[in-house]
């Protein structure tokens, strides 16, 4: 007997509204609305699935994700999740679409057999309403995966003047790295938050490190100023060093780190 296939799904409420994808067309279920997931890889852990799934069918990651129930259908076993929190913003990178519904809206889309119950036992708030999957360790989990995952938080659509700051762990084999997001002439550059001339953080005294012309940055705490897109200090005590550059590369809508 062959064994049964394995599939994750997540759950994620937020503001009492759930979060649905739409199956794209031709596969099985077509144009149902279901909890998105997707099938386990072998030698992959549930949660890794889930993650890989919804960062390739949301262009989101889920954060903290528990186990919530599973369902059997013929020979596919569904794993549930219950997700704690979500980085980024949800879109149909792999799916036909997304959305957040209440449970009143919920209750009336067409689902594959195994989601539908699970949207009735979800509505369980007041008045039969979705009850946020978040919880007292969410922020603490959240702030734990920014530094971890490559992706840089507010790097899309990044506009000349404008800086994302960011804190990494496990770049160069460091337990972390804090660095600078910023748009130059040839395109974004991140740069380790620190001056060559003593390793200080640009913005120790002021956060204001971008220049208004936008084509340098300045070391807040004696002034040197660093060209960009190279980083290279045209004048102060560092004169003629540059800033490290972090390489980035794109994701989705925005710029990861590169991997370490
Ligand atoms: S610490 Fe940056 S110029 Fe002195």
């Known amino acids: 007997m062959s064994s049964p296939l394995l599939v994750v799904a997540g759950i994620f409420v ?45 262009d989101a ?11 059997r259908e013929a020979e596919v076993i569904l794993l549930f999740f219950r997700v704690r929190a979500l980085l980024g913003e949800p879109r149909p990178a792999g799916c036909a679409a997304v959305r957040w519904c209440s449970a ?8 594959p057999p195994a989601d539908a119950p699970v949207v009735e036992r979800l509505a369980v708030g007041e008045g039969g309403a979705f009850r946020d999957t978040s919880d007292a360790e ?4 959240v702030s734990e995966a920014r530094e971890r995952l490559p992706f840089i938080e507010g790097s899309a659509g990044l506009g000349p003047g404008q800086v994302v700051k960011f804190r990494k762990q496990g770049i160069g084999g460091r337990a972390y790295v804090e660095g600078v997001l910023v748009a130059t002439a040839s395109g974004p550059r991140a740069f380790e938050n620190l001056c060559p001339h003593v390793p200080i953080p640009l913005d120790r005294i002021h956060d204001d490190i971008v220049r208004p012309d ?10 040197a100023l ?4 190279s980083g290279r200090c045209i004048s102060g005590p560092c004169e003629g060093e540059d800033l490290r ?11 990861a780190v590169a991997d370490p």
């Open 14 to 58: 937020k503001e009492g509204r759930l979060l649905l994808a739409q199956r794209p067309a031709g596969g099985s279920y077509p144009g149902l609305w279901e909890f998105p997931g997707g099938k386990v890889h072998a030698g992959e852990t549930p949660e890794k699935a889930l993650v890989r799934e919804w960062r390739e069918e949301l």
């Open 61 to 71: 990651t889920p954060v903290g994700p528990l186990p919530d129930g599973f369902a």
């Open 104 to 111: 009143a809206e919920a209750r009336l889309l067409a689902m």
């Open 138 to 141: 969410t922020p603490g989990l």
């Open 214 to 223: 936008a084509r340098h940055l300045v070391c807040q705490n004696h002034g």
């Open 226 to 229: 660093f060209e960009l897109p």
């Open 245 to 255: 550059e972090i390489p980035i590369v794109p994701a989705g809508s925005g710029w």
